[in-house]
């Protein structure tokens, strides 16, 4: 994880200095008269004509202590711009997350345990619809249908702006402002968990031990409920961490459509104003976010398997 | 449950001696309906797309007509104009068009470097596989979407070509991934060992005898790819970072939406583009999950 963390670093310190514009623009542009003397003199100043790897290790050096400079348009700290948005990223990926395995593990259940049914079937055929829908379509259908041609819900924003902070008002508020986001992406996110638990409990209902519990007279749901669906389950919850890997990419699409203030609206709004001190902190934090991900469902993997164990 | 399994299969290879793969694949198109009509329904959609791309004028249709700004759908403009008074229907062909070109490209160009490192690093294995396992594990844990905006927003003198080459960077590890472990199991079996100790090269084993084995699944995992990469494609168009704006893609469209008066009261600009991707996505997966099917002789229909 450090080795693949520290190229990350360099991967993105890279194209921080390849991208337009330093420190130094948002300055410029409120005084455009300065002359090329004290541009250099303040570059220097400002450690930028440094050889590469001494800027890296300052920039490395602020990362760690969680300065990640300024932003040139809302000439604010990076650390503060994201910091009031992402509660509401997190907020929006739990809910995603709770309600796609709410949807998600009884659908694979059914599926599996009666296996082509016509529940199945129904099953299999919402699976590949799931699939097969792009996340910013199915998002602008949803907002289409439900947030103007019906008009149950709010149409953008995480809460509303005339509530109290803090009261119960401003939670129900800020539920209501979720549903919409939340559910699009939890439905195109289903797929992947319905197929694997079904396929999983098809494979593990043939297996001895579950014969074992039926020959000892173990009753049919509790053999589902208690043998097949936890040997079942394991796999699904070592996917978990590959989830937020999704997770990231879909906050990019529901936030710009539902107009959610998280890190994702901040990311594709900070990109087209060229403020790149925050989109390299986003995607750090993203490549961050990811490798944790990744890290999380290797640790659940070996917890639950212990074949592949590494002592 | 496994004896079951394993007789049908030889019964079938001993049949199909003589049935090329694209007849099976063909016949498992046929016998799955839902299949057979996504085939025909993507066919006819991609005859019209591309025959009226011929006929169409391009100048013609991105012409500004301030006289005709988002007039309804009416017999002179099928599906009503765009904020520019440009035709939407016109937009719509060249758009669609765009997309699946560009979707394909993109497909073709990762299937290529897939396909070249998973053989490479399946066959020879040792050294050479541990290297691109790891570039291949560290490109995996990328937030892939972020740096592909990235890239797009600082390349220098961006056009389709740069856009092809960014979104392939990214995802022809997947592809390699899964053809380096079936090359890993086929490496093992006799008629490789045969073939080596008979003297032939490297490279002719590679192409000409673990290739072809491989070729079913490359089939499915290219078709199935196509319809992801359309959607990343037209997705990434939605947001703003996707084909530049002298090429127009079915995500341009649905980009319009994005302004609430034009997603809640002028359904005719946005509305036939999502849906034509979505139809179009749909066509591609159930092709490429009856090829799936047709891959995997336990699984076939007939």
Same mark, same amino acid.
């Given at each position: 994880m450090i080795p693949q963390l520290f190229i990350l670093s360099i991967l993105i310190f890279a194209l921080a200095k390849a991208m337009? =514009?330093?420190?130094?623009t948002g300055q410029l542009a409120s005084n455009p008269k300065m002359d090329a003397q004290t541009l250099h003199e303040l570059k220097d100043k400002l450690g930028l004509l440094d050889p590469p790897y001494v800027q890296y290790g300052r920039w490395i050096k602020g990362l760690l202590h969680g300065d990640l400079g300024m932003s040139v348009?809302?000439?604010?700290?990076v650390t503060e711009l994201i910091a009031g948005r992402i509660w509401n990223t997190i907020l929006l990926s739990a809910a995603i997350l709770i309600l796609s395995y709410l949807i998600a593990i009884p659908l694979g259940i059914v599926g599996g345990r009666w296996t082509d049914s016509w529940a199945d079937k129904a099953i299999v055929g919402y699976n590949y619809l799931t699939y097969a829908t792009p996340l910013f379509i199915f998002g602008l259908l949803v907002l289409f249908v439900f =947030?103007?041609?019906? =008009?149950?819900?709010?149409? &953008? =924003? &995480?809460?509303?702006?005339r509530v109290e902070n803090g009261t119960f008002a401003y939670w129900m508020s800020k539920l209501n402002h979720i549903i919409l986001p939340a559910f699009s992406g939890a439905i195109i996110s289903t797929g992947v968990t319905i197929q694997y638990l079904r396929n999983e409990i098809i494979d593990t209902k043939i297996k001895d031990f579950v014969k074992t519990a039926r020959a000892k007279g173990v009753n049919e749901s509790k053999v589902y409920s208690r043998h097949i669906l936890r040997n079942s389950l394991l796999p699904i919850a070592a996917f978990l961490g590959y989830e937020i890997t999704g997770l990231i990419g879909g906050s990019v699409f529901l936030e710009s459509i539902y107009g959610y203030p998280g890190i994702g609206q901040l990311f594709i709004a900070s990109i087209s104003q060229r403020d790149f001190s925050v989109v390299t902190a986003l995607v750090m934090i993203s490549g961050l976010a990811t490798l944790i991900g990744t890290l999380l469902s290797d640790i659940i993997l070996s917890a639950v398997d212990p074949r592949i164990r590494i002592d | 449950m496994k004896a079951e399994a394993i007789n049908p299969t030889e019964v079938k290879v001993k049949k199909a001696k003589k049935i090329s793969a694209l007849s099976i694949m063909m016949r498992e198109i046929v016998k799955d309906k839902l299949a057979l009509f996504s085939l025909i329904l993507l066919a006819v959609i991609l005859i019209i797309v591309y025959g009226a791309a011929l006929l169409l004028d391009q100048d013609k249709i991105v012409t500004v007509d301030?006289? /005709?700004?988002? /007039?309804?759908? /009416?017999?002179?403009?099928l599906l009503g104009t765009d904020y520019g008074g440009r035709d939407i229907l016109g937009q719509l062909i060249i758009g669609a068009k765009n997309s699946f070109t560009i979707g394909l490209c993109i497909t073709l160009l990762t299937g290529i470097i897939g396909l070249c490192v998973g053989l490479c690093a399946g066959y020879f294995g040792g050294k050479v596989d541990n290297i691109i396992m790891r570039i291949i594990d560290f490109i995996i844990i990328l937030p892939t979407l972020m740096l592909i905006i990235v890239f797009v927003t600082i390349?220098?003198?961006?056009n389709v070509y740069t856009f092809v080459l960014i979104m392939s960077a990214f995802y022809w590890t997947g592809k390699a991934r899964l053809i380096r472990s079936k090359t890993l199991a086929e490496r093992e079996l006799d008629y490789v060992q045969a073939s080596k100790t008979l003297g032939t090269p490297n490279w002719k084993i590679i192409f000409r005898e673990v290739l072809p084995n491989l070729s079913s699944i490359i089939i499915v995992n290219l078709t199935l790819n196509l319809a992801g990469n359309i959607g990343i494609e037209s997705g990434l168009t939605y947001l703003g970072?996707?084909?530049?704006?002298s090429t127009p893609s079915l995500g341009t469209l649905v980009s319009y939406a994005s302004n609430p008066d034009v997603l809640q009261n002028k359904w005719w600009i946005w509305l036939p583009a999502s849906i034509l991707i979505l139809v179009m996505m749909l066509c591609i997966n159930f092709i490429g999950q009856a090829l799936k099917r047709a891959a995997d002789a336990r699984q076939r229909l007939g």
């Open positions: 337009p =514009g330093d420190a130094l348009m809302h000439q604010v700290p =947030g103007f041609v019906l =008009g149950w819900f709010p149409t &953008s =924003g &995480s809460v509303d702006i | 301030l006289l /005709s700004i988002y /007039s309804p759908p /009416s017999a002179e403009h390349a220098p003198k961006y970072f996707g084909l530049p704006e």
